[in-house]
């Protein structure tokens, strides 16, 4: 039975995901970061702690750290039930079971939650949507998208895609994005019209191996300059 969502759900990673999904570098870990649609992650309460420098942006942040909470409590069980109808779908090495998975997630997101209001206060968590942003020109060195863009391939559109990818190139110097599959590890059909209207538009767009596979297939990130 395929995953099927109708909207895109809070599920969070942690610092050390972020560092193999997007094969981080000590040096990359020191420069300005945008995180695009980090939802509940601790990759900003984990850089934060060590004296990294992250910006996350996503329309959750709305909400307040207890709505946010219930938010979580409603998705978790269909996420995580899904997640037992596919497990086929999964490398299940660095991540052992389902239930391992599911007090991974839990992890990052309490670690995220106890970090919001203080977060949200000091202006690391702001409130916004692609692909519309209020920052300067190139303001960040490096913009890292995890599982939203070719993520829901089924249900945001290829224009979505191009404009949302065009203002993270805008505001950042160098953008990433992981996975290149969709929720049901189908390579997504954007990426290759992607990277020929970003030629178009003067930038140089890349697919890179990874050091991270936990959907199968699920190893490359595409790497724009």
């Known amino acids: 039975m395929p995953y099927k969502y109708d909207e895109v759900v809070p599920w969070g990673?942690?610092?050390e995901e972020y560092i193999w999904m997007f094969n981080l570098t000590p040096e990359n870990l020191k420069l300005k970061i945008l995180g695009c649609g980090d939802g509940p992650a601790s990759f900003n309460y984990e850089m934060t702690k060590l004296g990294y420098q992250v910006t996350s942006i996503d329309p959750l942040y709305q909400f307040t750290a207890k709505q946010i909470q219930e938010r979580i409590k409603e998705t978790y069980d269909n996420v995580i039930g899904q997640t037992y109808q596919n497990q086929e779908k999964f490398i299940w090495e660095r991540i052992s079971s389902v239930e391992a998975l599911g007090e991974l997630r839990m992890s990052s997101?309490?670690?995220f939650l106890s970090d919001f209001k203080k977060g949200k206060k000091e202006g690391r968590y702001i409130e916004a949507?692609?692909?519309?942003?209020?920052f300067q020109d190139e303001e960040f060195d490096l913009g890292l998208s995890s599982h939203l863009l070719f993520f829901y391939t089924d249900i945001l559109t290829y224009d979505f895609h191009l404009?949302?990818?065009s203002e993270m190139c805008r505001v950042?110097?160098?953008v990433r994005i992981f996975p290149l599959l969709n929720v049901n590890n189908v390579f997504s059909p954007y990426v290759g019209?992607?990277?020929d209207d970003l030629y178009q538009l003067g930038k140089k767009a890349k697919i890179e191996k990874v050091p991270y596979e936990f959907q199968k297939g699920g190893n490359q990130m595409l790497k724009i300059q």
Request: proline share 5%; hydrophobic share 45%.
């Open 193 to 195: 019209k992607i990277i």
């Open 172 to 174: 950042a110097k160098e």
């Open 163 to 165: 404009r949302a990818i």
């Open 109 to 111: 997101m309490k670690k």
């Open 129 to 134: 949507k692609l692909p519309h942003l209020s």
């Open 13 to 15: 990673r942690s610092m």
